[in-house]
């Protein structure tokens, strides 16, 4: 199994594909999530007009504090859940589904490591890439914050606990872990990328949206979004600390614990749905 590790993690390294998803993820970070606040606060300071709409006094000063290093541990998660994390989907879905591309899947079997051992070194990899992509965004998260800071003009910068920064990893990689066990399931039940990557991108961006637009007035659906990845992952990041006035609107109210649980579900069942397909199917 630790061949087939090395040999995943090797594969990964040579795609351009696995560069690229890393490279968005520090780019959305930077501009999307740091550049997007300070612009809006600068917006708001100026008298203008901002997606935050009108703040003053604390609430100006919280959402200031938002984009400052110390508050990383939760503006990170928090848009990493919301905006980015169905990306890592297409990782999962790339481990599996390009082997059944390129048709290699029948000349890995015949190294000897067998079926489950092969699936066994793709998880550990998918596992190990995921935890990269958790850092990388994380730096880029720090180093934006710091830049902000610079530009608003904080001269004594505060750095948030290793302890809290750990916890908000760690909430990030079980979110990122959820969304990529997602996409090798897929992948392994439609043996491509193509049409695993477009369904994963579909729920993830489509019905999750048309869910928590309906589920205001429907019991029905606000049953369906409990469930759903993206509402489990807002609240799970809810455990991180309270969002400032301008999100206050999008704030989740959900049980941290229970989202823990659920997002820790949806990797097991992916998984051991993965297991059953690749293990029962012919490959030939």
């Known amino acids: 199994m630790i061949a087939c590790l090395r040999f995943e993690v090797y594969k990964f390294l040579r795609r351009p594909s696995t560069w690229i998803l890393a490279l968005i993820l520090v780019v959305a970070v930077a501009f999307l999530d740091y550049y ?6 600068e917006t708001t300071v100026n008298g203008g007009k901002s997606f935050v709409g009108n703040l003053s006094g604390r609430g100006l000063r919280d959402f200031r504090d938002y984009m400052l290093p110390k508050e990383a541990t939760l503006n990170i998660p928090s848009f990493l ?3 980015a994390a169905p990306f890592v989907l297409i ?7 390009s082997e059944y591309g390129w048709d290699t899947v029948k000349t890995s079997l015949t190294q000897g490591v067998g079926r489950a051992g092969l699936l066994a070194g793709r998880v550990l990899a998918v596992a190990v890439v995921t935890l990269a992509f958790v850092v990388v965004s994380f730096a880029a998260g720090l180093v934006s914050s710091y830049v902000v800071a610079g530009a608003l003009g904080v001269r004594a910068v505060a750095w948030p606990e290793a302890s809290m920064l750990l916890k908000s990893m760690g909430v990030t990689w079980l979110i990122f872990g959820a969304w ?10 439609f043996r491509g990328t193509a049409l695993s990557i477009g369904l994963g991108l579909i729920y993830g961006i ?17 049953r369906i979004l409990d469930a759903l990845l993206s509402k489990n992952s807002s609240d799970l990041v809810s455990s991180l600390g309270s969002a400032p006035k301008a999100f206050s609107g999008g704030q989740s109210t959900g049980d941290p614990t229970q989202a823990a649980l659920i ?22």
Not at 263 to 284: M, P, Q
């Open 180 to 189: 990529a066990s997602l996409g090798m399931f897929l992948a392994f039940l």
């Open 91 to 97: 990782l999962g879905a790339l481990s599996v589904g």
């Open 36 to 41: 997007q606040l300070y612009n809006a606060y």
């Open 263 to 284: 997002l820790s579900a949806y990797v097991v069942a992916c998984l051991l749905l993965s297991a059953l397909l690749f293990g029962r199917r012919d490959v030939t």
């Open 81 to 83: 859940a919301a905006l």
């Open 206 to 222: 489509v019905f999750q949206t048309l869910i928590s637009s309906l589920s205001a007035n429907s019991e029905l659906f606000q």
